[in-house]
């Protein structure tokens, strides 16, 4: 049986209100005071020892990329990246062997960063296989050069020692020493009339801050043996290593040479 209960009553004029709040209540004025110092909000601890880590990461990392720089190896390389590269190129249609082919010319000499220089260049050209690469520099850094030569086989480019202008017409040039490695990456390595390839003796030469008990031979003797795997995996001749250690000076290759060592895969016919 449920009880019957009797409501509570409320007067007509008596307003409704929240259970339990007396009727005399009336809800709390908040009253703001004004901060007693002037307005100014002062850094807590926590945020002044964020600020602090902030700063110690900044210095520490400056004080990384400053040592970084300051090698002379780092400084070169970065110059020639992104300062003053030391190559220059240039894109143009060139006629080869009767084809119309879009070539990448390359001019100067070969830098600490070439390699990366190198990449991007290609990749703005949008070369496809078969086309070619122009050469024309003195030589430079062997290790740059390497790598610039595997980019263009693992490409399918081809090579040609000349420059050409801003009308495709092709002049003869000169690629020696490191050169001569890009050159080898080529698929297809032409012989341009009048252009000339240049080798040497490669050997190591050691910075100021070297030890001075560093085997100068055995680096000389593990160059060598990279210069001769490289130019292997190229299709060129072992003996190529004969001709290079034939002179500390510039031999220029006559272009029968550079058949007979297969440094050059065809001659150029216009």
Request: charged share 20%.
């Amino acid at each position: 049986m449920v009880p019957r209960i009797k409501p509570p009553s409320l007067r007509p004029e008596d307003p409704a209100r929240p259970w339990g709040r007396p009727a005399s209540d009336e809800p709390p004025q908040v009253v703001s005071e004004p901060p007693r110092d002037g307005g100014r909000r002062w850094f807590g601890r926590s945020s002044l020892a964020s600020i602090l880590f902030a700063l110690a990461i900044i210095a520490l990392w400056g004080g990384r990329a400053w040592q970084d720089l300051s090698s002379p190896a780092a400084w070169a390389y970065w110059k020639d990246l992104y300062v003053a590269p030391s190559l220059t190129s240039s894109v143009t249609q060139i006629d080869l062997n009767g084809r119309n082919m879009r070539a990448l010319a390359v001019r100067g000499e070969i830098g600490a960063a070439a390699a990366s220089w190198f990449r991007e260049q290609l990749d703005a050209a949008k070369l496809a296989p078969d086309d070619v690469v122009l050469l024309s520099s003195p030589g430079g850094r062997l290790d740059q050069a390497t790598i610039m030569g595997e980019v263009i086989r693992a490409r399918g480019l081809t090579t040609m020692v000349a420059s050409a202008d801003a009308q495709g017409r092709l002049r003869p040039a000169y690629c020696a020493s490191a050169c001569v490695l890009v050159f080898a990456g080529g698929k297809i390595r032409e012989a341009f009339p009048g252009s000339r390839l240049g080798v040497h003796q490669f050997t190591t030469e050691l910075p100021k801050s070297a030890d001075a008990s560093r085997d100068i031979v055995g680096d000389t003797q593990r160059t060598t043996a990279m210069i001769l795997d490289y130019m292997t995996r190229m299709g060129v001749s072992p003996a190529i290593l004969q001709a290079m250690s034939a002179s500390r000076d510039i031999r220029w290759l006559t272009e029968k040479e550079a058949l007979d060592l297969k440094l050059v895969t065809g001659r150029f016919q216009s």
